[in-house]
């Protein structure tokens, strides 16, 4: 069996072209009209592959065909949501990929054995609708469904209100497909394979996630009459945490990340010293000890730096996701397809957030990665080369495959 | 003879009322209807005191009692235009006890040795048309009368346009005051002299200033799936060198001041990584020499995090005053003067610009600070208690009779 890379590109192309921007961008965010018209142009091409739709009660799609042994599917997919300008790939390539593996065994009339399922998921980017990640959160049981139909989006509409005027509220219970396995094809969104030159990047998870904002509070004073040994320097301060985060990673080793994203200090005059600076620190790691042991070195460093410069500080704790990791044994069948394959790989963890690390929480997952230029991602200029993209839909089907042939067990039935 | 400090008060209070702000603060923005009212206000007093006013092609304002010996007089003065929202003491604090000291001769009915003048000076704040100190700048002639009139004001007036709305657009040509001496009574705007717990302030000369722009240009990742090593974050570097300038200051020792107000990412969010800031250095020293010194390191350190980080940058130098040393005489003359009367003093440098500091282009010129309470100016919250200003006035007084009775010969005739 071989995949049909040219329909793969074509419907790119055409879900491309729904919610178009002037620059090229695509602009589909979740339960708009736009992202309406896309997922009503996936329909129809899960109907015209004579796939079972299902839709439940979050408005995430599920598109089946049956097996032999009918029940637990085979689950790839991933969402066509976008953030406010972005590109062509993210997520789309995941959904199309899928749909495009279960199309080459109607294509070449072949039934597998376990179903096979493609999943959009809804709002997973997260612009319109917090949580990011929500449709396969809920999916999971992460949020209770009357909860998530209660959130209200940043135009003060709720998730209900949407679902209902979009036509995707569905009667499927969330989560009750037990799904067999689910692997998620995506863009890298960084920048580790093109550096690495490998074509395939085998996902072992996901790095969990500390975000805080931190607001020093000094003295704002006149920056020509204030001497040097007599000021709370508010960006002082920010700027020795900002230097201390990257410490930290050095510290703590490869693999942990540490960002200082927003820097905003008051007033923001050149000739004054600024009085109050607001800041966030991002913090990611796959392992949760070490992301813990970063935690602790950013609250240490914070409390010395205040005694240092005679600042005050107030912390907040914005977000805290715990690392997820995949499941070791599609981890290994996606490196050794890769491999079988004629591609090189690279193991790695996503940075990014992703459906599949909400699927874990049910089922063995993972993620298959391919390179994306320049790392560049949630932007028009978002690009991945043809043969790199059929090279992740060809791995997706192999993998498939031996899963379907039952190469592994998994923990589900 | 004795200064009618309660007059002192009673005129700060009056002036205050004009272009009052809605939390109390003071809004006479140059050339305003506000600061035209408050122009009035003063000249009304001078009528008073029996003072001869004349007004120059800048719109600065003279009043002069005559005195035995007519001719170069003894000048006092500052300026009474305010920024958007300033306290009530700034500049207008030393052109009313200018007055004052004036007006003490008048009602002693004492003459004095030479003419004895009160100056106020157009546009020291710089809010509305750029550069500041522009009055005495002109006077002193460092522009020319034409060049300055050609000036257009944040609100796209000409200096000329308001000179003459205003009715403030005198025929005395600038600089045609032949001065003898200038002294300059002030608030410190800074913390220093209420630290030491001094009364007085002998200000030997105003700090030279270095003003850079500075842009740092990276490249913008997502902070979760960029790793450490491949970054060239923006950020970071802009911190490397608010940390360096600290440095710097201390390297070069005491008297170096440097400051870091303004800092600016591209696109300042949580989970990206800056690909760009722009920041501003401000750095200061009454010694042109190690200000040199300071600016030297700057570009120093900017190039090694340059390196360091894999970014660019752009420097912009924005504001280069070298520093002015006030006529040593005066100096120990106001020294002397704050002994006698039983103040305690601090030597000390202004770390902000005065009109002192043109006019000691032109003539012997010094000034004398009172403390700002927790260093605080600008801003309506400016305050210094009533004994505070009365010891200013005094010592202006006292300083102005020693040099009117010519115990220092300057090199003015």
Same mark, same amino acid.
């Given at each position: 069996?071989?995949?049909? &890379? /040219?329909?793969?590109? =074509? $419907?790119?192309? #055409? @879900?491309?072209k729904?919610? %178009? &921007? /002037?620059?090229?961008? =695509? $602009?589909r965010? #979740? @339960?708009?009209?736009?992202? %309406?018209?896309g ?25 089946t ?7 637990s ?27 495009e593996?279960?199309a ?5 009339n ?13 709002n ?31 135009d ?11 036509k ?16 998620e ?6 920048p ?92 990611r ?12 070195l ?28 995949f ?17 090189f ?11 599949a ?28 080369a ?24 998994t923990?589900?039935?």
């Amino acid at each position: 069996m071989k995949i049909n &890379t /040219s329909r793969i590109h =074509s $419907r790119i192309e #055409a @879900l491309a072209k729904v919610g %178009k &921007t /002037s620059d090229g961008g =695509s $602009r589909r965010i #979740a @339960l708009t009209d736009d992202d %309406k018209a896309g997922r009503d142009l996936l329909i129809s091409w899960m109907e015209k592959t004579g796939l079972d739709i299902k839709i439940d009660q979050l408005g995430n799609i599920f598109g089946t065909l049956k097996g032999k042994n009918s029940g637990s599917p085979v689950m790839m997919g991933s969402h066509i949501d976008t953030v406010g300008n972005g590109g062509h790939l993210d997520g789309c390539y995941g959904v199309i990929s899928g749909l495009e593996v279960i199309a080459t065994y109607v294509d070449h009339n072949e039934v597998p054995e376990h179903d096979l399922c493609v999943a959009i998921f809804t709002n997973e980017e997260g612009v319109r609708f917090q949580p990011d990640m929500l449709g396969s959160l809920v999916y999971a049981g992460g949020m209770s469904v009357g909860e998530a139909h209660e959130i209200v989006s940043t135009d003060g509409k709720t998730l209900l209100e949407e679902l209902i005027r979009t036509k995707y509220l569905g009667h499927m219970e969330c989560g009750s497909i037990i799904t067999h396995a689910y692997i998620e094809l995506h863009i890298e969104q960084g920048p580790v394979l093109e550096n690495n030159n490998t074509f395939i990047g085998v996902v072992e998870g996901v790095q969990g996630i500390s975000w805080h904002s931190i607001t020093f509070k000094g003295q704002s004073n006149h920056a020509g009459t204030t001497p040097m040994n007599m000021r709370k320097d508010a960006a002082y301060a920010a700027s020795k945490l900002v230097v201390a985060v990257r410490e930290i990673t050095e510290e703590i080793g490869v693999g942990q990340v540490g960002t200082v994203g927003v820097i905003t200090p008051k007033p923001n005059l050149i000739n004054v010293v600024p009085g109050e600076v607001q800041m966030t620190v991002d913090l990611r790691n796959i392992d949760e000890e070490k992301l813990k042991a970063a935690e602790f070195l950013l609250k240490e460093v914070i409390d010395y730096i205040c005694i240092e410069e005679g600042v005050k500080v107030e912390i907040e704790q914005l977000v805290r996701f715990e690392p997820v990791v995949f499941d070791e044994k599609i981890v290994e069948l996606i490196a050794d397809t890769a491999e079988e394959n004629g591609y090189f790989y690279t193991r790695l963890n996503s940075g990014a957030g992703h459906d599949a690390q909400m699927m874990a929480r049910i089922c063995p997952a993972a993620m298959i990665f391919v390179p994306s230029r320049d790392g560049i991602s949630h932007n028009p200029r978002e690009y991945t080369a043809t043969e790199l993209l059929d090279a992740g839909a060809e791995v997706l089907l192999k993998a498939i495959q031996k899963i379907d042939q039952g190469d592994i067990n998994t923990n589900a039935s």
